[in-house]
């Protein structure tokens, strides 16, 4: 036997997992295609089997840095791009409560207010919605005091996204409650007029929803830096310097700063160690 191969730990499925998702991680956060489809070949249930609480903000951040990239034209006009930027950015605002202490509860009312108007006004101009599907959008998003049984439930997901409680007539609160009912009456305005709307130019909607994609922009690139902070500089350093001894005898086949082809040879590595593990401890060799 190698003497490296000595030094070749038994792993676990658990352990086993925690690496591979790490590994994805690290290929999602620089950006490295050929790990990933490597991964995604290897465990084509991959969504199923493995879960990090990094992923989320990984992949939001990536969806993010695109959108960033390629400009707010023409993916804002589409409902179904900002359903899916106002939901990521929702569930993860709800979910991590660092991102309202980083940016503060007004700013974050100001980002989720601004994609809101965006997305009703989106769904307001597209023929697939009915009047009912408007009415129903403007007054889930945009409640106003005071809180009662008719809009509460759309206050309380406003409070668990600010980290606020309706019970205290808050500054944030308060300054919500008039933007929201500025925003509805804005709406249904237009909303009274939907045939004439519908009918605009193209060139004279891009320069409403550029308009008001101008008041939110600046806070979501804030949010997106936010957001990047909250990860780990270097994934790879999550195995290297892990403590596990298991983990720590693989640490010495892996450099934090390796390139896409090294962190591919390391993968290839620990999926034969791993098919070694469950040979070695099968019911069969035992």
Not at 23 to 35: A, V
Not at 117 to 132: D, E, G, Q, Y
Not at 139 to 147: D, R
Request: hydrophobic residues 40%; charged residues 25%.
């Amino acid at each position: 036997m190698e003497p490296s191969e000595a030094l070749d730990p038994l792993l676990s499925s658990d352990e086993f997992d925690e690496i591979i998702e790490i590994l994805f991680c690290h290929g999602l956060h620089k950006h490295l295609p050929n790990l990933l489809s490597k991964i995604i070949e290897i465990f084509p249930d991959f969504d199923e089997r493995f879960c990090s609480p990094h992923r989320q903000m990984l992949l939001l951040v990536a969806f993010c840095q695109d959108f960033q990239k390629n400009g707010p034209l023409p993916s804002i006009r589409h409902t179904m791009f900002l359903s899916t930027l106002h939901d990521s950015i929702v569930g993860l605002l709800k979910s991590e409560h660092k991102l309202v202490d980083l940016a503060g509860s007004l700013n974050t009312y100001k980002l989720v207010g601004g994609l809101r108007c965006l997305l009703a006004r989106s769904i307001l101009m597209n023929p697939k919605f009915s009047v009912t599907d408007i009415e129903r959008t403007i007054s889930s998003y945009f409640p106003t005091l005071p809180v009662k049984p008719s809009n509460y439930k759309h206050w309380a997901s406003w409070a668990e996204i600010l980290k606020i409680d309706l019970e205290e007539k808050s500054e944030v609160l308060t300054n919500a409650s008039k933007v929201n009912g500025m925003s509805a009456k804005h709406l249904r305005d237009k909303l009274d007029n939907l045939p004439v709307e519908r009918k605009k130019p193209d060139s004279d909607q891009d320069k409403s929803i550029i308009h008001v994609w101008k008041t939110v922009s600046l806070r979501f690139d804030d949010f997106v830096r936010h957001l990047m902070s909250l990860l780990p500089e270097n994934f790879l350093s999550k195995i290297v310097e892990n403590p596990h001894p298991k983990i720590k005898m693989l640490s010495s086949r892996l450099d934090p700063m390796a390139v896409e082809s090294e962190v591919i040879a390391f993968l290839d590595y620990l999926c034969d160690i791993y098919v070694e593990s469950e040979f070695w401890t099968s019911g069969f060799v035992q």
